[in-house]
C-alpha cells in the first residue's frame, strides 16, 4: 500500500528563518513520481514540484529547495528566508508512474510570523 | 486565463438530501480528477475522468457517489442520500495530460466545493 506521512503538524517560524518540512513516503512500486503542493487560505491547492523516482538530483527553484533520498523514501522541503507570505499549508504526495490516483499526506500548517 | 472552477462554493444540505457539484476545468484539458478534503486531512482521491471516460472510480467511498462527464468537459460529481460524514471540501483538478503518458504534467486545482450537511 502507498502511504505519505508528514509527522510535523504545524511549523511557526519567525519571518527570514529556514524552515523544513519533512515527507516521508511508502510504496512497493519501482518507479513513481512525488509531488509538493501549497494550499493557501484561499483553499486552492498549487503545484510546487514533480520528481521522477529515478531522479534523485536535489532541486532549487529561488527559496525553495527539495531534498530526494532514495534510501530513506524522504522527499524533504525548504523555504530559505521565510516570508508572511509563505504561511499556508503545504502537502507531499506521492503517485505510481502507471496510475492515476495521488496520495496525499495529512498536510504541515506552516505560520510564518512577521 | 480561467483557471478550473467550481460550483457552488459552499453547499448546506440536510442528511438525506442528494446533492450536485459541477466542475469546470480548464478548457481543452483532457484529465479530470475529484478529490475529497476532510478538515485538517490532505485530499483523498474520489475518481478520474479521461476525456469522458471514468478510468478509475475505486476512491469513491459508496454507491451513494456518482461522477460523470459526459462530453469531456464539465464534471458533476452526485452525492445522494447525504450523511454527516459526507461533510468536507471537494476538490477538482485537471491536467492537459494523460498521467499515463509520463509527460510534465500540473494538476490544477479549484477552489473547492465545502459541503455541510446538517
Known amino acids: 500500500a502507498q502511504k505519505v506521512t508528514q509527522a510535523q503538524t504545524e511549523i511557526s517560524v519567525v519571518e527570514k528563518e529556514d524552515v523544513t518540512l519533512d515527507c516521508v513516503y511508502e510504496?512497493?512500486?519501482?518507479?513513481?513520481?512525488l509531488f509538493w503542493y501549497k494550499q493557501p487560505p484561499s483553499g486552492e491547492l498549487v503545484f510546487l514540484i514533480r520528481?521522477?523516482?529515478?531522479?534523485?538530483q536535489n532541486e532549487i527553484s529561488g527559496r525553495y529547495s527539495w531534498n530526494f533520498q532514495k534510501s530513506t523514501s524522504s522527499f524533504n522541503f525548504t523555504i530559505t528566508a521565510s516570508q508572511v507570505v509563505d504561511s499556508a499549508v503545504y502537502f507531499c504526495?506521492?503517485?505510481?508512474?502507471?496510475?492515476?490516483?495521488?496520495?496525499f499526506g495529512a498536510g504541515t500548517r506552516l505560520f510564518v510570523k512577521a | 486565463g480561467a483557471g478550473v472552477s467550481q460550483s457552488p462554493r459552499y453547499k448546506v444540505a440536510k442528511r438525506g438530501q442528494d446533492v450536485a457539484l459541477r466542475c469546470d476545468p480548464i478548457?481543452?484539458?483532457?484529465?479530470l480528477f475529484w478529490y475529497q478534503q476532510a478538515l485538517g486531512q490532505g485530499p483523498e482521491f474520489l475518481t478520474y475522468?479521461?476525456?469522458?471516460?471514468?478510468?478509475?472510480k475505486s476512491g469513491l467511498p459508496s454507491d451513494r457517489f456518482f461522477a460523470e462527464r459526459p462530453e469531456g468537459s464539465v464534471s458533476t460529481l452526485k452525492i445522494q442520500r447525504t450523511q454527516q460524514e459526507d461533510s468536507a471540501v471537494y476538490l477538482c483538478?485537471?491536467?492537459?495530460?494523460?498521467?499515463?503518458?509520463?509527460?510534465?504534467?500540473?494538476?490544477?486545482f479549484g477552489p473547492g466545493t465545502r459541503l455541510l450537511v446538517l
Open positions: 520528481r521522477n523516482s529515478f531522479d534523485e
Open positions: 478548457s481543452g484539458h483532457v484529465s
Open positions: 504526495a506521492l503517485r505510481s508512474t502507471g496510475g492515476f490516483k495521488t496520495i
Open positions: 510504496t512497493r512500486d519501482t518507479t513513481y513520481y
Open positions: 483538478a485537471s491536467t492537459p495530460f494523460n498521467p499515463r503518458t509520463g509527460a510534465k504534467e500540473t494538476q490544477y
Open positions: 475522468f479521461q476525456n469522458e471516460a471514468q478510468l478509475d
